[in-house]
């Protein structure tokens, strides 16, 4: 019987340069995907929010219209107005108006294409510090004697793409 001792190799603790190397490629591409998704959800979160707000500034120049138009047939029914000024403030707006909640009749019926702007949280061509992206034109029509078309159209540019709502 020979006296030779067995020698037992046991595991290894520690990486490879090769396994580091491995790990940190893993590690790398998938903080490169996360912050990827990361910018893309930024910026649809962006997109989304501008289209939310060019749909309330097309909704509030129907309002806007409707308001004046609900002025005038309370101004007629009180005698202030005959009844075919039904449409009164509105008839030079047929190739476009800039109207916003603190105008009064006449509008000015040359769209020039001004940006809203935003002053005291309104939305206005007037007063306020902060130009916004968007431009809004509203055009109304009279297609018969006692029917009146209204569109409104909100453009703005995103990332060097022009963008409408209307």
């Known amino acids: 019987m020979s006296n030779h001792k067995k020698i037992e190799v046991t595991s290894r603790s520690g990486f490879t340069v090769l396994e580091a190397m491995a790990a ?4 790398t591409v998938g903080m490169i995907g996360a912050f990827g998704l990361i910018t893309q959800i930024v910026s ?20 806007l219209v409707r308001n004046i138009w609900d002025t005038n047939l309370l101004l007629i029914d009180a005698g202030f107005l005959r009844r075919d000024d039904w449409t009164n403030g509105l008839n030079d707006c047929a190739v476009g108006c800039e109207i916003d909640y603190n105008d009064s009749p006449p509008f000015d019926a040359s769209y020039s294409e001004e940006k ?34 209204v569109k409104v159209e909100v453009f703005w540019e995103e990332k ?7």
């Open 24 to 27: 940190i490629f893993v590690v």
């Open 44 to 63: 649809f979160s962006r997109t989304s929010a501008n289209q939310v707000t060019a749909v309330y500034l097309a909704q509030e120049g129907v309002e």
């Open 116 to 149: 809203l702007k935003i002053g005291g949280g309104f939305y206005n061509y007037d007063t306020g510090s902060e130009e916004t992206l968007f431009k809004r034109k509203i055009t109304v029509t009279k297609p018969s004697a006692d029917l009146m078309a």
């Open 160 to 166: 060097g793409v022009a963008k409408i709502v209307g």
